[in-house]
């Protein structure tokens, strides 16, 4: 009985703020049913008449980011009036970018569609919700359309997998993922790098196994679950635009607050491949990288630390 009674605290401490989230999105789920039925709602979910009720949402979670997690939210300025794709780091899980959206939405009234991946609209009891909150597949198409209607989209390209095996070195896991920068280039819009300090911190994934990492290959679903929820420090950080051009040279790219450290990754990319290669999205989603891998040089202690990240809840010169 002891032992029973000690493994499922330890379950519970580990799991606890994590499964708490969950029945919270659940339930702010069931909460736009009742609004919609109530108020006998069936305009477009992305139309002003839910603004409502998104204020309500983004007041919710705003307020659960300043308490569990002392929220900040930097560099807004830096988003574009129009237009844009927001690139930005995966944590084990999106809390964080949730935080963002709120907080984005209350202050400027905006709403950031979001490409998510194909198991999140298999989920269960969510579809209203998805809707509501600007949740779209990531299709070209589905990005062109919401870029061309003046929306800001938002992806990260490490997606699920980085989500799953990236850990407190906060290694950019993104594959051969360029389609952000096609897109980009399509619409002729910048992209904007993002980042949120301490992410791993207060949520991480067990350590990679062969097995588990043989599974996610196999099957795109996440099996292994997030665990933690301390209450870390969390600060979000809007980079610099990079603006669209098309003829963007490597010489160009250099003179951008390019780090030193990272010249050389470059050179070595550039030289791997054809000369007109690292041009067009190959360029446009290098640089990207890099500057998503600055964001987190800058504002991140690497590797991550859990107590230096509980103690930035009290360290009142960085705000």
């Known amino acids: 009985v002891?032992?029973?009674?000690?493994?499922?605290?330890?379950?519970?401490?580990?799991?606890?703020?994590?499964?708490?989230?969950?029945?919270?999105?659940?339930l702010t789920n069931i909460s736009l049913i009742i609004y919609q039925r109530n108020s006998e709602l069936e305009a477009d979910p992305l139309s002003n008449v839910w603004d409502r009720a998104r204020k309500t949402i983004a007041s919710f979670?705003?307020?659960?980011?300043?308490?569990?997690?002392?929220?900040?939210?930097?560099?807004?300025?830096?988003?574009?009036?129009?237009?844009?794709?927001?690139v930005y780091y995966h944590g084990a899980i999106p809390i964080d970018y949730l935080y963002f959206l709120s907080r984005l939405?209350?202050?400027?009234?905006?709403?950031?569609?979001?490409?998510?991946?194909?198991?999140?609209?298999?989920?269960?009891?969510?579809?209203?919700?998805?809707?509501?909150?600007?949740?779209?597949p990531g299709t070209r198409?589905?990005?062109?359309?919401?870029?061309?209607?003046?929306?800001?989209?938002?992806?990260?390209?490490?997606?699920?997998?980085?989500?799953?095996?990236?850990?407190?070195?906060?290694?950019?896991?993104?594959?051969?993922?360029?389609?952000?920068?096609?897109?980009?280039?399509?619409?002729k819009v910048p992209i904007i790098p993002m980042y949120t300090q301490n992410v791993r911190e207060g949520y991480r994934m067990f350590k990679e196994r062969r097995f588990f990492r043989q599974l996610y290959?196999?099957?795109?679903?996440?099996?292994?679950p997030p665990y933690g929820g301390l209450p870390v420090k969390f600060r979000t950080y809007i980079g610099k635009p990079i603006p669209y051009d098309p003829n963007?040279?490597?010489?160009?790219?250099?003179?951008?607050?390019?780090?030193?450290?990272?010249l050389r990754s470059l050179w070595l990319y550039c030289s791997s491949m054809h000369k007109q290669a690292c041009k067009g999205k190959f360029?446009?989603?290098?640089?990207?990288?890099?500057?998503v891998q600055a964001l987190i040089k800058k504002h991140q202690t690497l590797p991550g630390n859990i107590w230096k990240a509980l103690l930035e809840r009290f360290?009142?010169?960085r705000k």
């Open 217 to 224: 290959e196999s099957t795109r679903l996440p099996f292994t």
């Open 283 to 291: 360029l446009f989603s290098f640089q990207t990288k890099i500057a």
């Open 141 to 187: 198409e589905e990005c062109l359309v919401a870029l061309k209607n003046g929306y800001l989209v938002s992806i990260s390209p490490g997606g699920v997998r980085e989500a799953l095996f990236s850990d407190e070195s906060y290694q950019l896991m993104w594959g051969n993922r360029k389609g952000f920068a096609q897109v980009a280039l399509d619409a």
């Open 2 to 26: 002891i032992i029973a009674s000690l493994t499922i605290s330890a379950v519970l401490v580990f799991f606890i703020v994590p499964l708490t989230i969950v029945f919270f999105i659940y």
């Open 248 to 262: 963007i040279t490597t010489e160009e790219l250099v003179e951008k607050v390019m780090p030193l450290e990272l």
């Open 315 to 317: 360290d009142k010169r």
């Open 105 to 136: 939405f209350l202050w400027k009234k905006r709403l950031c569609l979001s490409v998510a991946d194909h198991f999140v609209f298999r989920l269960p009891g969510l579809k209203l919700l998805l809707r509501v909150t600007g949740v779209i």
């Open 61 to 86: 979670w705003d307020i659960y980011a300043r308490i569990w997690h002392g929220y900040e939210l930097h560099g807004v300025e830096n988003l574009p009036e129009g237009p844009g794709i927001l």
